[in-house]
DNA sequence: CTTGTTTGAGACATTGATGTCTCATATGAG
DNA sequence: CTCATATGAGACATCAATGTCTCAAACAAG
């Protein structure tokens, strides 16, 4: 069976999304390989994690890319930024809580990109006058990736159901709880 | 120097919010006591995690029964609840995150009331007409556990001052981020 | 088929965290 | 002051995870 190399990250994602402390054993047993298998490719956790870091950011980066920021209104663009999300919210929800808990010694530069990406669009969109401008972008930032970590966890405990996960997550960002009356 | 107990524990949160892998050593060292007296009083990584979450547990019930979910409408209710949580966000934050990291073998019953105590809140709302209907009360509860996390992490970065606590998080919570007509 | 490569299984030593113990010292009650 | 108790510092054994190695078997390429 030859090295399937996403697979042993993705694997090894969603085990350790519930158990941060599992052994490399466990680990290797969940992807369906040896240890001396896991060890060849990933020399250690710390390798392991960088790699984890590295296709979770890829994949984000893509989700960002689809989703085109930069067109239409600032409001389509969130909806379909959050839709492009949803394959891989558990990943994001662990990379975001992990990196929470396990401060790095420094911060995944491609990360770090994204998050400017986002926090642009949020900025376009106070400019354009679709948002309120008295919530700062970064926060705005911050606050989605709790939105969509939150709603992940809960999708994956089954307490929500995952067709919901974009309008769940738009309709509060976007309408806020307080019901109104209808637009004139 | 005697010993006190809440101190240990908060300082032993402070330093596993941001390295979970700390040593017994180096929680003792936070805390300013001896790893032997630390071992004295709670036998092992398990036992302070569960005292870690005893305490959190008991911190926000407090906090749920100071803000009188039950009184006045379920908007100021909710104002209230989020500012006073303010205090307590940084170990919230940390019990939240753990929770899903470091599944335990089974759920504290204290956290499932407050729960349950949040998400009959959000309900209350729906039935009187403030709140709009389309979005779960669990999910709802589970949304206000990441914008509170997120705020909280932000804060602790510097990235957002803690003045601006409360404010951001109802805002966007209720308010939503469309930019609209004043109201009539 | 033959050869070179990769994997799986397991043994082994090493490392680091932990549990446990002792003893001197500090603290507080009486 | 005196005694009982709790703490701090450190030694020590234990245990679990890890890193490293060997070797046989599976596999792919030629």
Chains 1, 2 share one sequence.
Request: glycine share 8%.
């Amino acid at each position: 069976m030859p090295f399937d190399r996403d697979h042993v990250l993705r694997c090894a994602a969603d085990l350790l999304s519930h158990k941060a402390t599992a052994t490399q054993d466990e680990i290797a047993k969940a992807a369906g390989i040896s240890r001396a298998t896991l060890h060849r490719h990933f020399a250690g956790r710390d390798a392991l994690i960088r790699a984890l870091e590295d296709l979770g950011v890829r994949q984000l980066q893509e989700v960002v890319d689809q989703a085109r920021l930069d067109d239409g209104s600032a409001t389509e663009a969130l909806v379909r930024l959050v839709e492009s999300t949803r394959p891989v919210a558990g990943f994001l929800a662990f990379l975001a809580t992990e990196n929470q808990l396990f401060e790095g010694e420094e911060v995944n530069e491609g990360w770090a990109r994204i998050d400017a990406q986002i926090a642009a669009l949020f900025k376009r969109g106070q400019e354009s006058g679709e948002f309120r401008i008295d919530l700062s972008p970064v926060w705005l930032t911050e606050a989605l990736y709790g939105l969509v970590s939150a709603t992940a966890w809960t999708v994956l405990s089954g307490k929500t159901a995952p067709r919901d996960y974009t309008e769940m997550i738009t309709g509060l960002m976007l309408g806020g709880l307080e019901r109104r009356a209808p637009q004139p």
